[in-house]
């Protein structure tokens, strides 16, 4: 799939034109680069078929950026973008990874104190020489010296939604081929980790060296790190590594046992194994010499005694105590799932109008969908006020009358903020005439804990709130979460009963696994939305219940698996 990494050098290029302060051009490419990201088909297949003509047939790509596509599946690079970075003294990508630094700030740093990476930032903050500059001050000298630790800490690892699509177009080009027999995604991304380090690929063949040599010719590789008879590491050109290791048909459900990890669920099983006087590696499961299993993984998990363990729980947090007595939890399916609520529309900006995301929810199966734009506090996005919040419920009943579903309804939500007193920015007696309503903090993200625990609180008491939008709200690899005391929130929700979200947005997956666990536990109940601003990022709803199965939520936990009329019930 070349469209991320197209994608990628658009977003690049948005950078290095917002930084020259070239007008319109950048928000061209970013747009471009949204488009692609969420592109059902492969560009270079609809290069392959239909040449330029079809690229100029994507929506949002004119022309230029027609031409820009095609120069790079021709020849694997774009010249203009090359010549950008060449031009440009600093390292725009890297510093606009540092929370809170754009382009422009990147701009100023440069021309005052000839910053040009993140290295020389540190130094710079640290010596308190960014502090002073106009428009900065100490908060944002802390700030940057916080967002330098928090990104060197997660450095290495990609989001799981950047890179799953990309893992499964390998896995799908490698199931393809003759000589390989049996394929599954192994390590952290088949427990759906929310980062991972690597793509890892564990294969069954009989002719495992016609296999490498298809895996080191694919497309997309820049770099061969290794390459022998049972398995080949290669890095991809979007930056990431994939491992391949290839087994015979007999130890294959040993060997996935062993590499879907984690390590530590793996130290736990062999442990159960030799309890029972057994021994478990990734070749088989043996009493003495002899193998009793090897070949099917249920088949190991069963002869230890235990329940099959699925892939997403498997860390050592209880589930092999669980499996050995038959009580493991019966994790929540993405086919449960019967609508979702948190989706942005035309009306805040988003790519789509209110039909086409109902349609595309239509078209995915659901039941029912949930528009909740954005208010008026936040600007940027276009937030909606009351007149028009009123204007949109008509436009909302109009569309479900046109419809005509029994089996479909949109509701009209909002996701309104709350504001630095933990009031809302939406009147109540507009707030009344939503079928839900959605709060969440979009500003001052950096307040003392007590203080943002009550903000929270504050807004969870309103008798028109039920939802809180991304609980913690951490960007992963950006931000930290806010300081919230955890447990009062969750008391607080108990007592109001108010809905917890779990955000699916790549990068946010907020509530994340350990949260959902606490929030199960306290019975406080949660909702799976994608927060998608395009409809193609519905698909994002997979990464959200991947993660309320991390965090062992079941059916009865997640209120999105109620049908319309029961769903109802729990706002206020
Ligand atoms: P990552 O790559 O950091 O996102 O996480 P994983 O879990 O994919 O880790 P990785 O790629 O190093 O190894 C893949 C799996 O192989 C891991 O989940 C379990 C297994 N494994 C690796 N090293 C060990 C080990 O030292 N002992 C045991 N028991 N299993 C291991
Ligand atoms: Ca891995």
Known sequence: MRNQEIAKIFYEISEYLEMDEVAFRPYAYKK?????????????????????????????????????????????????????????????????????????????????????????????????????????????????LQGIEFLKKSKGRFLLGEILPIARDIYEKLKRLKEVEKIDIVGSLKRMKETVKDIDILIASRKPKKVMDFFVSLDGIEKVWSKGTTRASVRMR????VDIRVVPKESYGAALQYFIGSK???????????????????????????????????????????????????????????????????????????????????????????LEMAKKAMELGCDYIGISDHTKFLRIEYGLNEKQLLEQRKEIDRLNKKLGRKKFRILQGAETNILKDGSIDIKDEALKKLDYVIAGIHSSFKMEKSEMTNRLIKAMRNKHVDIISHPTGRLLKQREEYEIDFDKILKAAKEFGTILEINAYPIRLDLNDLNIRRCKEAGVKMIINTDAHHKEQMKFLNLGVAQARRGWAEKKDIINTQPLNKLLKHFK
Not at 68 to 85: R, V
Not at 238 to 241: A, L, S
Not at 343 to 348: A, G, K, L, P, V
Request: with cysteine; proline share 3%; glycine share 10%.
């Open 32 to 144: 471009a680069a949204l488009t692609l990201e969420n592109l059902e088909q492969d560009v270079s297949d609809i290069y392959i078929k239909e040449g330029l003509k079809g690229l100029k047939k994507i929506p949002g790509i004119g022309k230029h950026l027609a031409l820009k596509i095609e120069e790079y599946l021709k020849t694997g690079k774009i010249k203009y973008f090359q010549k950008l970075k060449k031009k440009s003294p600093v390292d725009v990508s890297t510093l606009t990874a540092v929370e809170g630094l754009g382009p422009k700030k990147i701009k100023t740093l440069y021309q005052k104190l000839g910053i040009k990476n993140v290295k020389q930032l540190e130094k710079a903050a640290k010596a308190h020489k960014i502090a002073p500059l106009f428009g900065f001050g100490e908060k944002t000298e802390q700030n940057i």
């Open 238 to 241: 979007t930056g990431f590594d």
């Open 264 to 354: 530590e669920h793996n130290i736990a099983t062999r442990k159960v194994a030799i309890s029972k006087g057994l021994k478990l590696n990734e070749y088989g499961l043996f009493k003495g010499k002899r193998k009793i299993a090897g070949k099917n993984e249920k088949e190991i998990y069963k002869l230890l005694g235990m329940d099959w363990v699925p892939p997403e729980i498997r860390e050592d947090q209880g589930e092999i105590e669980a499996a050995l007595k038959g009580k493991l939890p019966k994790l929540v399916q993405l086919k449960d799932i019967k609508g979702h609520l948190h989706c942005h529309s035309s009306w805040n900006g988003g790519e789509n109008s209110i």
